[in-house]
């Protein structure tokens, strides 16, 4: 504890900043790893660099350590079901994107098909930081559709929207 901050106490202010919901990729050998992620964040714009960050326990980022590719789909908020499921605990390690659908990206990963936006990214760095590791990626590809206006947003611990 540092002065006086505990994980539910930083969790319980933390919870009151809307963020966007993206759901995070990648491929290794054949196999796509797929998770929810609230804290994916622009860094850069020249070079175009990203970053998520990931808890270090994830499966996802055992993953991306081999590939070094990766993809990040920003949701609509018709997207809850695909980040609820990619946000359960316990879940097959294969087919996790069976029922959500999806495209290939020119790097392979999986593309969330109804995102609002889509990015493809090489991992350039990861630093370790408490118990995550920060994933920071340059963006090799980005794609938004200026049609969309309905974001899935994470605040106060749970799935909104704006309207």
Not at 10 to 30: C, Q, S
């Amino acid at each position: 504890m540092t002065g006086g901050v505990t994980p539910t106490s930083l969790r319980n202010a933390m919870a009151h900043f809307a963020t966007g919901i993206a759901v995070v990729t990648t491929l290794e050998d054949g196999h796509d790893h797929a998770m929810t992620a609230n804290s994916v964040t622009s860094v850069s714009l020249e070079p175009p660099l990203v970053l998520v960050c990931v808890r270090l326990d994830s499966g996802w980022l055992e993953a991306v350590s081999s590939s070094e590719v990766w993809g990040v789909s920003l949701l609509p908020v018709d997207g809850r079901p695909a980040a609820s499921w990619l946000s359960t605990g316990g879940r097959p390690l294969y087919g996790q994107l069976a029922q959500i659908p999806h495209h290939r990206g020119e790097l392979g990963v999986a593309l969330v098909d109804d995102a609002l936006a889509t990015l493809e990214c090489r991992t350039q760095a990861m630093h370790e930081a408490g118990d995550h590791m920060i994933v920071v990626g340059e963006v090799v590809s980005s794609h938004a559709d200026p049609r969309r206006d309905d974001p899935l947003i994470y605040y106060r611990s749970r799935y909104t929207s704006t309207r």
